[in-house]
Structures are given as structure tokens and as C-alpha cells.
């Protein structure tokens, strides 16, 4: 798991992700991430999380800390 992606460690990041073994139509974790970089430039901040572990969800939504990458301007 990648704590953190902003603009300034991104390059670095876009290294790290591979491709998926499987057609993925959503464009993969390259694209998700790019996607929600823009948004962050808005202001808003995100977080990618597994929602296949019970309960985490829930957890990021209320606000607890939760395994995940947050991506931040």
C-alpha cells in the first residue's frame, strides 16, 4: 500500500503501477489515481481503500484511520 500521492511524488508513483492481468473497462489504478489527483486539486481529498475487508467502508466514511492510500494536493 502507497501511504500518500501528491503532484510532487507522483512521478515516481505512476513507476510502481502495474498493469492488471485482467480487462479492466475503469481504465486501472493508473487512471483511478490520476483522476482523483485533479480532484485533489480542487481541494478535495481522497482515499483508495480495499471495501472487499469488512468493515472499512464504514470506518472511512465516519472518519477512523483506515489502511489505504490518501491522495492530497
Do not use: Q
Not at 508513483?13 to 480487462?23: G, H, M, N
Not at 480532484?39 to 472511512?60: C, Q, W
Not at 466514511?61 to 491522495?71: A, C, Q, S
Request: glycine fraction near 10%; charge should be neutral; proline fraction near 7%.
Amino acid at each position: 500500500t502507497i501511504p500518500l500521492i501528491t503532484p510532487n511524488n507522483l512521478p515516481s508513483i505512476l513507476k510502481s503501477l502495474t498493469p492488471t492481468e485482467r480487462v479492466d473497462v475503469t481504465g486501472g489504478m493508473e487512471a483511478k489515481v490520476l483522476e482523483l489527483l485533479k480532484v485533489a486539486l480542487t481541494g478535495v481529498e481522497s482515499i483508495i481503500i480495499n471495501g472487499l475487508e469488512p468493515g472499512t467502508l464504514y470506518k472511512a466514511l465516519t472518519g477512523e484511520v483506515v489502511k489505504g492510500t490518501v491522495i492530497k494536493a
